[in-house]
């Protein structure tokens, strides 16, 4: 969040403290600087000295570099364990240390990440704020199985489960997807039993949002990667290969899909949404006998009613 124009940041940063502390229950340390890389070191201050309030203010540089003499170098936002270990064998302990040594020759020695992260340090601001998340790579849903799948109809009902939510999380994000992945494996930490893992993808010539085209291409792999006589723990769908919804390619000579129909999908998310109501395809079944077990699932309290706790 940029708060450049605050005039009482500190102030505005116990308000957020203590607004999510409310709202959720939730403990959180805010930290507040010019740069991301700062912030992160305000925010591991806010976390680790309670003297704090739970918030810090490192806009002011003489903070800073009293503050960065204590954090060790592997504390640092982006430098991770090999990194500081390289970095302590060059005499480079501290996020201090680090921000005074040579730019150029670590960034022969690493790469400009490092020496982006260097210039954070020192106040100038090399990574951009994202005021929203970007948009997927790549879309996975899988589960593990609360019972062993060994019928090809149960892992129909749930590949067709997890391309749904998949197909939903693409419209979400107003994506397309042209690439379609199906994976299916045994349980590898169970050697006594037949093991089996295979995966299967293709690219369709349109890329696509509807659940009905994405799922009618998992259920052409599945088929593919199918062998009966084995107890399958896990399965899984990958959507990647994405194009914006609203600049989505066509071909030429490609018959016109005649089941995509954006309003429909735009409905049925809708309803779904709402929680008014379900709307999904046959295909995912009423009962799903092979779910993942959710007997020791933590309560939500933030947003379920039946789960507040009662008070006697």
């Known amino acids: 969040m940029d708060t450049s124009g605050i005039q009482d940041q500190l102030g505005f940063g116990f308000q957020i403290r203590n607004t999510v502390q409310q709202w959720t229950g939730i403990t959180v340390g805010v930290g507040i600087a010019q740069t991301k890389t700062l912030a992160k070191l305000a925010n591991h201050a806010a976390k680790k000295y309670p003297a704090t309030g739970g918030v810090v203010d490192l806009t002011d540089r003489t903070r800073q570099l009293k503050l960065m003499q204590l954090v060790p170098v592997e504390d640092i936002w982006g430098v991770g364990q090999r990194i500081s270990a390289r ?3 060059m005499g480079i302990h501290t996020a201090f240390e680090l921000a005074h040594a040579d730019q150029k020759h670590l960034r022969q020695q690493f790469s400009v990440v490092l020496e982006r992260t260097i210039e954070e340090l020192n106040g100038k601001s090399c990574i951009e704020l994202e005021e929203s998340a970007p948009a ?5 849903r899988s589960r593990s199985f609360g019972t062993r799948i060994t019928e090809l109809a149960q892992m129909r009902q749930a590949i067709c489960e997890f391309t ?3 197909g939903e999380k693409l419209r979400e994000e107003n994506l397309s997807a042209k690439r379609v992945s199906v994976f299916i494996r045994t349980n590898a930490f169970n050697p006594s039993e037949p093991q089996y893992s295979q995966q299967a993808s293709t690219s369709l010539i349109t890329p696509t949002s509807d659940t009905r085209d994405l799922v009618a291409t998992a259920m052409q792999l599945l088929e593919i990667i199918w062998k009966n006589g084995y107890r399958y723990s896990k399965g899984g769908i990958m959507l990647d290969d994405f194009s914006s919804e609203a600049a989505t390619q066509g071909d030429l000579f490609a018959q016109p899909s005649t089941q995509r129909n954006p309003a429909l999908m735009k409905v049925i998310d809708e309803i779904n949404r709402s929680g008014k109501g379900r709307v999904f395809l046959a295909g995912q079944g009423i009962r799903q006998d092979w779910a993942m077990q959710r007997r020791f699932l933590s309560p939500a309290y933030t ?6 706790p009662t008070v006697r």
Do not use: G, M, N
């Not at 947003?303 to 507040?308: A, V």
């Open 87 to 89: 970095l302590h064998s």
């Open 136 to 140: 997927s790579k790549q879309i996975i």
């Open 164 to 166: 749904a939510k998949a």
């Open 303 to 308: 947003t379920r009613w039946s789960d507040l």
